[in-house]
């Protein structure tokens, strides 16, 4: 399975931990978080709940990756880069308010650069939810 799409295509419905390997990847397979929302098959790449992970490294640690994907994590970029150059994938940024309240962003298109564009955003299409319009 190269995505979570993939892993919600083939039958699986509930969010958890799942082993890919994105189609240029030429590493190992990998574990990545799917969530199974919003049509199912979100590969989440960032998740932060209570800030008991230092999100504040270095360029390898970006690049590479950390934290656990069951709690706080960064995918990493190389990862995220080869994710997002396998097609034309979507954006969707969750946020929880202090009082609880959910608020999401979705871009209908998403796409990063490697390592030598310094992983710089080269599409974001546009924009839905009840986030706020975001700014250019």
């Known amino acids: 399975m190269k995505d979570c799409l993939d892993v919600f295509n083939a039958?699986?419905?509930?969010?958890?931990?799942y082993t890919i390997k994105?189609?240029?990847w030429t590493g190992d397979s990998f574990d990545v978080f799917c969530n199974i929302t919003d049509g199912g098959g979100?590969?989440?790449?960032?998740?932060?709940v209570n800030g008991s992970v230092e999100f504040y490294r270095n360029w390898q640690s970006y690049k590479e990756g950390f934290g656990e994907m069951d709690h706080e994590f960064w995918l990493g970029n190389d990862k995220l880069y080869d994710l997002t150059i396998q097609?034309?994938?979507?954006?969707?940024?969750?946020?929880v308010n202090k009082d609880g309240a959910l608020y999401y962003a979705k871009f209908d298109?998403?796409?990063?650069?490697?390592?030598s564009d310094n992983y710089k955003l080269s599409k974001l299409g546009n924009y839905s939810g009840n986030a706020g319009q975001p700014t250019a």
Do not use: A, K
């Not at 039958?11 to 931990?17: F, P």
């Not at 298109?109 to 390592?115: A, C, P």
């Open 87 to 95: 097609g034309d994938y979507q954006l969707r940024i969750d946020m």
């Open 42 to 48: 979100w590969t989440v790449f960032q998740r932060r």
């Open 22 to 24: 994105p189609t240029n």
């Open 109 to 115: 298109l998403f796409r990063i650069n490697d390592e």
């Open 11 to 17: 039958g699986n419905t509930i969010d958890g931990i």
